[in-house]
C-alpha cells in the first residue's frame, strides 16, 4: 500500500477506516484481516 511502511494491525483498521475491535486475539485478528483482505478486493477492482 502506497504511502504505509510496515503496516501493522493497528494501523490497517485505520487506513482502512474499520472499526477495531478486541486486538491481539486470534479469531478478532482473523475477522479484521478478512474485513482488511475485503477492502484491498474492493480497491484491486476499481
Do not use: N, S, W
Not at 502506497?2 to 485478528?29: S, T
Amino acid at each position: 500500500m502506497p504511502g504505509m511502511i510496515l503496516p501493522d494491525l493497528q494501523a490497517l483498521p485505520q487506513h482502512f477506516q474499520l472499526a477495531e475491535k478486541v486486538g491481539h486475539r486470534a479469531l478478532p485478528d482473523c475477522h479484521l484481516i478478512q474485513q482488511v483482505y475485503c477492502k484491498l478486493k474492493e480497491t484491486a477492482v476499481q
